[in-house]
């Protein structure tokens, strides 16, 4: 309990969290990782000659994906202090990649959740990051419970 003696230290909460890598739900299988979309690296010569294409790899601004596990250590540090997930700062706790540009101390980070009454308690969540190098938003778009392969955890499949 925090007191004015002994403050609350949410860092250990989110700490408190399974790590995901260990349930199926790490980097390796395409979890806890930012990815930037708009690099010319990931797409065709034919892809690249398209005009749109060509627009979205040379906009002013980044966009990066990533997917976590919903009641995981990573979603938990991603979701609450995103500011240090994008930046690189979480390897530590399981978070790789980073979004480009971010900036090292600190910058503004704007989230919308896109189906805010959905639940995020057991199932996956996706983010998509805009960034200009100062300020980023993300939009988070929650999983259904439509997946018979994706259990959540904690029913002991996983």
């Known amino acids: 309990m925090a007191t004015k003696e002994t403050p609350f230290n949410e860092d250990d909460l989110y700490d408190a969290f399974p790590d995901g890598a260990s ?18 690296s990931l797409f065709t010569a034919e892809a690249l000659e398209n005009p749109v294409v060509q ?36 390897a530590d706790k399981g978070i790789g990649g980073r979004v480009d ?35 980023a938003g993300q939009m988070i778009y929650k999983q259904e419970d439509t997946s018979k392969e994706d259990p959540p955890l904690g029913d002991g499949s996983a």
């Open 23 to 40: 349930r199926g739900y790490g980097q390796a299988e395409g979890f806890n990782a930012y990815t930037t979309l708009n690099d010319a």
């Open 55 to 90: 627009a979205f790899i040379n906009a002013p601004f980044g966009v990066s994906f990533a997917q976590f596990k919903s009641s995981t250590r990573e979603s938990e540090w991603a979701l609450h202090k995103p500011h240090l997930a994008m930046a690189g700062k979480l």
């Open 101 to 135: 540009r971010f900036p090292e101390d600190h910058a503004d980070v704007g989230t919308y959740v896109i189906n805010h009454d959905r639940t995020m308690a057991r199932w996956k969540w996706f983010s998509l990051v805009i960034e200009d190098g100062a300020m």
